[in-house]
């Protein structure tokens, strides 16, 4: 089969196509053939500057942040229209380029983009950014004012997604912002600058530049931005924080995980199965919120432990374009041999490798779902993220060994608990640290907060407060009570 060329040459800043200052390209594989799908520009120091300049002169003197909450809305309903009608293309590209699954692609790269795009409209135009309290001496007017120019770094794994999560609520909120994409999916991101252009999204409103960790860097202390958001990896994520930290920067830090799922001695080995795939196996492996440790009691541990097995080897391993594909293959070589290396050290522990443990032959960068059993929760298997298709099967005694090893991590971003009592359930999840948590499932709520504590970040997307990280409040103190306010 001919890989179609997705080949780019330009950068989109202020609206405009630009030819890069920078010489660099960047190569863009499909993860299941190792094919080359196309180049990208990847940009420089000037570039950035470009980019934000543009962001700044939109902010500063453009109608972006001046529009009524009706105009934004409608800018943003049809921003939705676009990248939905561009849906077959995007889902496809990106199971290109990340080895993503069709099945669910369409709906983590078009569906819930195109929501979170009438979400944030639906917010600000039902309950605005203005609100008129009372005040001894009169009224106050709250503003929740636009923070300003913002960086949205996105990662790999889920792109469109991610990059949604921040640009639609900023956008919605009246900023203007710099989307940096990961250069292993540099290609799929042009489609958001394509549907801006599409609907002419006023110029510098929404800027595209692919980059390298240097010119990443170079935008994320950048003296014209004003606000940071990132999802990544928890090295880069502590470097951000910490860059932003001398600058007074406003940051939001969506960092890496290691949850637990806690099958309960109640638990219903049916309903635990039927999530496993979408809790435990989603998107390959290469998801954050992975439950990557599965906590099972002592007197149902062999049972668990082929429940897990069972389902790792039940996945379809294989192009991730074939609907009937349920595992797809890592993003690249690099980040496949990082895998292995987890798998290795895991082999050469005291844990027992219960299912898959190689890296397929053949064109592609593709990890049989492997699990183990036995693993002791210190070992390297059960605090370190992954972020690939293994899962750590570990045993503990009651419900307060349970909450203390799933709490005895780094991490704090998702897990789940297992039960037939709902009630014991949510007090299981009540005790767990952690930012999201699920009871008999896990799914993310776009109108709920998502986020991680401890090195799982700072911050939260989604929700009415995906909106509140991209405004300033401002209370303006209006003096006479005989002067009518309003908003």
């Known amino acids: 089969m001919t890989v179609p060329d997705y080949t780019r040459k330009s950068l989109f800043i202020g609206g405009r196509w630009h030819t890069p200052r920078s010489t660099d390209f960047r190569p863009v594989r499909e993860a299941a053939t190792g094919a080359l799908l196309g180049t990208a520009p990847l940009a420089g120091p000037d570039d950035i500057d470009a980019a934000v300049a543009a962001a700044r002169a939109a902010f500063d003197k453009g109608p972006w942040p001046r529009m009524s909450v009706s105009e934004r809305g409608a800018a943003l309903r049809a921003l939705a229209a676009e990248l939905d009608r561009r849906g077959d293309f995007t889902a496809e590209l990106v199971s290109r380029e990340n080895g993503m699954p069709s099945v669910m692609s369409r709906g983590a790269n078009v569906a819930v983009p195109v929501a979170l795009l009438h979400r944030y409209a639906d917010l600000i135009e039902t309950g605005g950014l203005e609100e008129v309290r009372s005040s001894p001496r009169g009224a106050t007017i709250v503003r929740r004012a636009p923070v300003g120019v913002v960086a949205a770094i996105v990662p790999w794994n889920f792109p469109q997604l991610i990059a949604m999560a921040k640009i639609a609520p900023a956008l919605a909120a009246g900023c203007t912002v710099v989307v940096k994409p990961s250069p292993e999916t540099a290609l799929d991101a042009y489609v958001l600058a394509d549907a801006a252009e599409a609907v002419g999204l006023p110029g510098g409103v929404l800027n595209i530049v692919p980059a390298e960790r240097d010119s990443s860097a170079a935008l994320v202390a950048h003296p014209d931005v004003d606000k940071v958001s990132f999802t990544g990896g928890t090295a880069a994520g502590r470097h951000i924080g910490e860059v932003c930290g001398r600058l007074l920067r406003p940051v939001t830090l969506e960092l890496g995980g290691k949850s637990a799922s806690i099958v309960l001695d109640d638990a219903d080995p049916d309903v635990f199965a039927a999530q496993l795939a979408a809790t435990s196996f989603i998107n390959n492996g290469q998801a954050c ?199």
Not at 389 to 395: E, H
Not at 470 to 480: A, D, K, L, P, R
Request: proline share 6%.
């Open 289 to 487: 919120v992975l439950h990557s440790r599965i906590l099972a009691p002592r007197s149902r541990y062999e049972e668990i432990v082929s429940i897990v097995a069972e389902q790792a080897r039940s996945l379809v391993v294989g192009d991730p374009l074939d609907p009937g594909v349920t595992c797809g293959p890592m993003v690249s070589q690099e980040h496949r041999d990082r895998v292995m290396g987890h798998i290795e050290a895991a082999r050469a522990s005291d844990a027992r490798l219960v299912a898959g443990g190689r890296a397929l032959d053949g064109p592609g960068w593709f990890v049989e779902p492997t699990v183990f059993a036995d693993v002791d929760p210190r070992s390297r298997l059960a605090q370190e993220e992954v972020f690939g298709p293994v899962v750590a099967v570990i045993r503990y005694e009651d419900d307060d060994d349970a909450v203390a090893i799933a709490n005895d991590s780094p991490y704090g971003l998702a897990g789940a608990v297992w039960t037939r009592d709902e009630e014991r359930g949510v007090e299981i999840a009540r005790r767990i640290r952690t930012g999201t948590f699920g009871v008999n499932y896990y799914q993310m709520d776009l109108g709920a907060p998502f986020g991680g504590t401890k090195a799982s970040g700072l911050g939260r997307e989604l929700g009415p407060e995906g909106l509140d990280a991209f405004v300033e409040y401002q209370s303006i103190y209006v003096g006479t009570s005989e002067r009518k306010v309003g908003v």
